[in-house]
């Protein structure tokens, strides 16, 4: 992020509350290179940060007034919404404003003495797309109210307590994943996550060092997590777990998989997210793996089985995202795979940087033929997680 960026948002920020801000940070959005719907199942995931942020200026108060203004909503022509912490409830917002005053409160309810703040936002994650917008906004704001209070919390714990503004507050059902990505994530790596315990592992993925690209493709149709399809994904898995008599669907070993299934007997429903949950902890552990080893073309086809199996047994994909995964592979793509929640936002692409250009064409006609709006393409590049930028 440019300081020119960081300069504009200060800027805004004084022209709101009069006065300089005491400092700007950013939190990234993410990418999911593997490992879907597994976060909630205690399983594996391999997020990386993108190079886009959300970034706040923020200054505290001792008043207990939170004053919340985003460039993002109704064109910057939003207005400054003013809160008393002491009277924040969960789920009584159903506004933006409910992720930043969300982490306030949570950081109240674990202890944290947490006053007010003035605090201006602006993001260039998009939202909708599944990659983790809502997040990114809560650890800029975890963040800056550690810093500003000396709270001394580490990155996963300020994930954990925005993981839990979101989930109580918000009443999204999200798992950790996201808000762990933004947080901790660093440049030029994607993180090898257990979400049980929040062990990590930055594992190096250069892809432009190797003649690869990683493609984002926004299919723009947009999905909304805390409602619907979604919960309905966490509860049968969560039904499936108690069936089988573990703590979480993680417990399954993938040799076991087979016996476990045949366990369910015609609960097809609940089979089918078992399958998807047990296979795709597999596939996260084959990439980490193939990385390592330094075989970075052979996660492509991993990839796309995942793609067929959040489609199939997860049953989360939708005809856009179908349609950008048939696309690029026949296009000459050695991988790809829906990214995120599901039901809309984005998928990823991975490919030599010879067929960048090829790819895109083919998956910007096939959209239009086919009548659906015109998809955001652009590379991903493993960037760094939150931080403070003046």
């Not at 003035?118 to 998009?126: A, E, G, N, Q, Y």
């Not at 800029?140 to 990155?155: E, R, S, Y």
């Not at 703590?247 to 609960?267: F, N, V």
């Not at 955001?376 to 960037?383: G, I, T, W």
């Amino acid at each position: 992020m440019s300081e020119a960026v960081a300069e504009a948002v200060a800027e805004r920020f004084r022209e709101l509350y009069g006065a300089d801000p005491q400092g700007v940070w950013a939190a990234p959005g993410r990418v999911n290179l593997i490992g879907e719907h597994t976060d909630y199942n205690d399983g594996f995931v391999m997020p990386f940060a993108l190079p886009h942020t959300a970034v706040a200026a923020v200054s505290r108060r001792d008043d207990g007034v939170l004053r919340l203004h985003s460039a993002d909503i109704e064109g910057d022509a939003g207005g400054v919404v003013e809160l008393r912490v002491d009277a924040l409830e969960p789920e009584s917002d159903k506004n933006w404003t409910a992720y930043p005053a969300g982490v306030v409160w949570a950081l109240r309810a674990a202890g944290h003495e947490v006053g007010g703040a003035d605090i201006h936002l602006s993001s260039t994650v998009p939202a909708g797309a599944g990659l983790s917008s809502s997040a990114a906004l809560e650890v800029v704001i975890a963040l800056a109210l550690n810093d500003l209070h000396d709270l001394g919390l580490k990155g996963w714990q300020l994930a954990r307590l925005c993981q839990r503004a979101e989930n109580v507050y918000v009443g999204a059902p999200v798992g950790i994943m996201d808000q762990t990505a933004s947080a901790c994530c660093t440049a030029g790596h994607a993180l090898f996550l257990d979400t049980r315990d929040l062990s990590q592992r930055q594992i190096p993925f250069d892809l432009a060092a190797e003649g690869m690209r990683l493609l984002v493709v926004d299919t723009r149709v947009k999905h909304e997590h805390s409602s619907g399809e979604y919960g309905k994904r966490r509860t049968g898995c969560e039904k499936g777990a108690a069936l089988l008599g573990v703590d979480a669907l993680r417990d399954i070993p993938y040799a076991e998989l087979d016996a476990a299934l045949d366990r369910l007997g015609d609960d097809e429903e609940v089979r089918r997210l078992v399958r998807h949950v047990v296979t795709e902890d597999q596939r996260v552990e084959r990439v980490v793996s193939l990385l390592e080893s330094g075989e970075t073309r052979a996660i492509g086809p991993v990839l796309t089985e995942g793609h067929a199996s959040l489609r199939d047994d997860f049953r989360i994909s939708c005809p856009e995202l179908d349609l950008v995964v048939d696309t690029a592979r026949s296009a000459g793509a050695l991988g790809a795979r829906m990214t995120g929640g599901g039901f809309g936002g984005s998928a990823i692409v991975l490919a030599e940087v010879t067929d960048v250009d090829a790819i895109t064409k083919a998956v910007e006609e096939a959209f239009a033929a086919a009548g659906f709006m015109a998809p955001r393409v652009f590379e991903a590049v493993p960037s760094a997680g939150a931080r403070r930028v003046r």
